[in-house]
């Protein structure tokens, strides 16, 4: 059993470096990159943080607006991220 063990992570070990090696050669086929632009129909990702960043904090203090906005942002980025 653990011969088998050994040979299946050497195999997996081979795979990886294969497929490393043929990304960092550029020998992958075309289709395979990722697109270069975003598509037509997608908003800029910098107009949805200058819309973030522009909230408005009167007096110091975030607005139930702006503060609801604020943690929809930050559920969605711990949402993303994790």
Not at 32 to 39: E, F, I, R, S, Y
Not at 49 to 71: I, Q, R, S, V
Request: net charge negative.
């Amino acid at each position: 059993m653990q011969a088998r063990t050994i040979l299946a992570g050497a195999a997996l070990l081979a795979g990886g470096v294969l497929i490393g090696w043929l990304a960092a050669s550029g020998r992958v086929a075309e289709r395979l990159h990722a697109q270069d632009k975003a598509p037509a129909e997608a908003a800029p990702a910098s107009a949805r943080y200058d819309e973030l960043a522009d909230t408005p904090f009167p007096e110091n203090h975030a607005t139930k607006e702006g503060a609801a906005k604020l943690m929809d942002e930050l559920l969605f980025q711990r949402g993303v991220q994790s």
